[in-house]
């Protein structure tokens, strides 16, 4: 009789268990909603049911939930997989069943939230009014992004009408307002001449959070040959020598454009040979060749080098056994970049004209939004060129803004301007308008603090 006891009580012990870890799930709920209960207070009432149900979902999205799953399922219970539509009337229902299985009774719960069927409900009747009508030969419906070519071509439009296409979307970073109009009027005639349902939806196109351009560096070239593993050339570094007063293209995309003398390039042949002492005092040979895609008498030559070869703007060139120099014409200003390492301090600034890169100078470089300024706060996160920097603000003043970049590699990373840059943990002005940049999601909310126009950080 006591081992009847004892094997019951045992029986017990791991549904009671599963009965405490759902209600710590629902205990999680309830503190979600608190949380967020000022901006399910700003959701018009029709719809709270469904944000309310949405912090539910995030919230469960916290926990790491596979043990629990595993769990439920070995006693055929729900595994919460299918719970996004009603998740606190899930787990409730667990809770319910787990009760009845240790013989304590199924109540019957009432909830606020969407639960069971109601949720799907809600979902389908949402779906049909943002996309449109239910599809007759299938489930999904068939989002396309109209190319600009849309906009005059109403016959490839309605082809794609036709082949199944339920929203056209136009995206508006792209092309003009015009354009826009032609490609929704093609849909909406497309649509009415095949009486079909195909709606049109209007992406925006965000603010484009980057950093300011740098000061454009020398009018030079790099010329860098192919090699191997073991450092032998595989593939010489190869130029386009072309006549400034009538250049004509590289033969190759790509190819870097050298403008000379047209004279002094008549004047040259196929095997010619040029020797030269680069920006470094290097003596280098390079040598001239013509051939069926670069003829000498359509304008250039193809130069060929070894070695790493650095030519800038009045680079003297002396043709091998002749008497016959010239010089480089000018060639197009270098875009510089910013060496940053673990424990350097890069300013933001809201000034975005182009920042100096000098030696010996603290890097600085400018944000294009200004906004974000008002609401920087000491120790947030900032990451720019995807992630591949980051770091934390150590200080923030009236001229300037400073955020700690830290560099993936240990020998640092080169910043250039015009980059996406991100910070996590922002309370902004317009929260949805930066997640159309590249910043983060805000993990927090503080006070603005005015007069911010530089932030400092260092790399981590």
């Keep these: 009789m006591q081992g009847s006891k004892a ?22 709920l309830s503190r979600a909603e608190r949380t967020w209960s000022r901006g399910l207070a700003a959701v018009a009432p029709v719809h709270r049911a469904s944000a309310r149900n949405m912090v539910h979902y995030w919230s469960l999205r916290q926990r790491d939930l596979r043990d629990l799953q595993g769990a439920l399922s070995s006693y055929g219970l729900s595994s919460l997989g299918r719970s996004e539509p009603h998740v606190e009337a899930t787990l409730v229902s667990v809770r319910s069943a787990i009760n009845a299985m240790l013989g304590e009774g199924l109540p019957n719960p009432s909830l606020a939230g969407a639960g069971g069927d109601q949720g799907d409900d809600l979902l389908r009747t949402a779906t049909q009014k943002l996309l449109g009508p239910d599809p007759q030969d299938r489930v999904t419906r068939i989002m396309v992004t109209l190319p600009s070519t849309a906009a005059a071509d109403p016959a490839m439009v309605r082809q794609l009408v036709e082949r199944g296409m339920n929203v056209a979307r136009i995206n508006c970073a792209h092309d003009s307002a015009e354009a826009w109009r032609s490609m929704a009027r093609n849909v909406r005639e497309a649509a009415a001449a095949t009486g079909r349902s195909c709606l049109v939806a209007m992406d925006l196109a965000g603010p484009k959070i980057r950093t300011g351009p740098l000061e454009l560096g020398p009018r030079c070239i790099k010329l860098r040959p192919l090699r191997n593993a073991l450092g032998q050339v595989t593939t010489p570094a190869r130029a386009w020598l072309t006549a400034s007063e009538h250049p004509v293209d590289p033969p190759e995309a790509g190819m870097s454009s050298i403008r ?141 803004a400073g ?41 927090g909310h503080r006070a603005r603090r005015p007069g911010r126009d530089v932030l400092r950080a260092r790399p981590i």
């Design 7 to 28: 094997d019951a009580a045992g029986a017990r012990r791991p549904l009671i268990q599963l009965r405490d870890d759902v209600d710590e799930l629902l205990d999680q």
């Design 260 to 400: 000379v003398s047209g004279k002094w390039l008549g004047r040259r042949s196929n095997g010619d040979v040029l020797e030269l002492h680069d920006t470094r005092g290097s003596k280098r040979r390079l040598e001239l060749k013509s051939g069926p895609q670069t003829p000498g008498n359509q304008g250039g030559f193809v130069m060929t080098v070894q070695k790493t070869t650095f030519l800038a703007t009045g680079t003297i060139l002396n043709v091998e056994g002749v008497d016959d120099p010239t010089h480089v014409g000018e060639l197009p200003q270098t875009e510089q970049r910013l060496v940053l390492h673990v424990g350097d301090v890069l300013e933001l600034t809201k000034d975005c004209s182009p920042a100096p890169v000098r030696a010996g100078r603290a890097p600085s470089i400018g944000c294009t939004l200004p906004e974000i300024f008002e609401c920087a706060r000491l120790g947030q996160r900032v990451f720019l060129d995807d992630g591949r920097i980051s770091g934390e603000i150590v200080s923030v003043r009236s001229r300037c």
């Design 403 to 443: 955020t700690a970049d830290r560099p993936r590699r240990r020998r640092g990373v080169q910043a250039p301007g015009g980059q996406g840059r991100e910070r996590a943990g922002c309370d902004t002005p317009d929260p949805g308008a930066y997640r159309k940049g590249r910043f983060g999601p805000a993990d």
